[in-house]
Each structure stands twice: as structure tokens, then as C-alpha cells.
């Protein structure tokens, strides 16, 4: 058999101490503000997610066309395109 000695203060309420810390609050009327700041980082970072799930239905519809066989080609569009690409490099 072991015994257990309790040592300090660790058998204190949690709940209570909590209880005790609103208490005090409530005397001295002041709260601590929780503050929030998002990195300039982390924005960049929720835009590339929005832009990749916005990319994500882009592709899913393409893939739908191409399944059931509603997907054509615009050849002068292509054309265009790489008649663009060229002449600006």
C-alpha cells in the first residue's frame, strides 16, 4: 500500500479559484481585453485559400463538361491567347 501526501496548495479548487479571480474583478471593475492580431502573413494566406477553392470549383465544372460531354473547345480564344502570350515577351 502507498500513501499519498498532499503537498501545498494543489488541492485548491479549480473552480474556485476561478470564482475568486471574477470576484476580484468585480470589486475593482477592471477587465482584461483578449486581443487578436492576424499577421500580414497569415491574410496572404487566407486569400491564396480563397483563391484556391475558387480554383477548385473552376475545375470541378471543367470536369463535369468533360464527363458528360458538354465541354468545346474555343479554338480563337486558344489563338488569341497564345497570340498574346508571344507578342508580350
Not at 482584461?32 to 480554383?55: C, F, P
Request: proline share 1%.
Amino acid at each position: 500500500m502507498m500513501k499519498i501526501n498532499n503537498i501545498g496548495n494543489q488541492n485548491i479548487n479549480p473552480y474556485k479559484r476561478n470564482m475568486n479571480k471574477m470576484d476580484q474583478v468585480a470589486k475593482t471593475g477592471k477587465t482584461a481585453a483578449d486581443k487578436i492580431e492576424i499577421s500580414s502573413t497569415a491574410k496572404e494566406m487566407q486569400e491564396v485559400s480563397k483563391l484556391g477553392k475558387e480554383r477548385q470549383a473552376k475545375v470541378e465544372a471543367l470536369r463535369d463538361q468533360v464527363q458528360n460531354g458538354n465541354y468545346t473547345i474555343d479554338a480563337k480564344a486558344i489563338a488569341k491567347g497564345i497570340k498574346n502570350f508571344y507578342h508580350q515577351n
